[in-house]
């Protein structure tokens, strides 16, 4: 089964680090862009960037450029995505996503990962 | 504008047909792609590229473009469909993918 696996909910404070992970299963993770959103609380989705696990070619949204950082492993088929001092305006869902080959469609997705930020 | 418009909410009464549209400068160029999210879950792609459909998307959804606009239409909604839909494409520069601000459903 083609599948995303994210890592579990945190509760941080502002200022604090944290790196959540997203790990492919059921598929060649090395050929397949991963791509990060968020989603606010009772909000829409946003872009925030997206990483080639096969030579770690990073792009990201222009809203989220220096905000947050996006990794790779691929010798463990796992993506990240860091902050270095969150916000309480980091409080969100954030997903994980496969870009379909050749297009720009996210055809799977992660179950999510809820991170709050709250003093 | 670089961005991708969506109307906040639509409605269809059971069985019948509704279309949801996603409008923006750089659908001229690029194709649009459709999300579907449930409450408390993550979305769950049903239409993309020209119109085709994942594996597993009943067939009353269809995916059309028109200028500046792509369309998703649900042909005899079903209860199982309300939910919350998302177009996604490039913005205008080509650089960047971009979600559209999302179209809430209630199926009547």
């Known amino acids: 089964e083609v599948q995303l696996v994210q890592s579990g909910a945190e509760v941080k404070k502002p200022g604090e680090s944290l790196k959540i992970s997203c790990e492919g299963s059921?598929?060649?993770?090395?050929?397949?862009?991963i791509g990060w959103v968020r989603q606010m609380p009772g909000k829409g989705l946003e872009w925030m960037g997206t990483?080639?696990?096969?030579?770690?070619?990073?792009r990201y949204s222009p809203s989220f450029q220096g905000q947050v950082t996006i990794s790779v492993d691929k010798s463990i088929s796992t993506a990240y995505l860091q902050w270095s001092s969150l916000k309480a305006s980091d409080t969100a869902m954030y997903y994980c996503?496969?870009?379909?080959?050749?297009?720009?469609?996210?055809?799977?997705w992660g179950q999510g990962t809820m991170v709050t930020v709250s003093s | 504008s670089s961005g991708l418009t969506q109307d906040p909410a639509v409605s269809v009464a059971l069985g019948q047909t509704v279309r949801i549209t996603c409008q923006g400068d750089?659908?001229?160029?690029?194709?649009a792609n459709w999300n579907q999210q449930k409450p408390g879950q993550a979305p769950v792609l049903v239409m993309y590229?020209?119109?085709h459909r994942p594996s597993g998307v009943p067939d009353r959804f269809s995916g059309s473009r028109s200028g500046n606009t792509a369309s998703l239409t649900i042909t005899g909604a079903q209860a199982e469909d309300e939910a919350d839909y998302y177009c996604?494409?490039?913005?205008?520069?080509?650089?960047?993918?971009?979600f559209g601000g999302g179209t809430k459903l209630t199926v009547l």
């Open positions: 990483i080639y696990p096969g030579d770690s070619d990073t």
């Open positions: 996604n494409s490039r913005d205008s520069s080509g650089n960047h993918v971009i």
């Open positions: 059921g598929y060649s993770f090395t050929y397949y862009w």
């Open positions: 750089s659908l001229r160029s690029y194709y």
């Open positions: 996503a496969r870009r379909q080959s050749g297009e720009d469609a996210y055809d799977i």
């Open positions: 590229g020209k119109d």
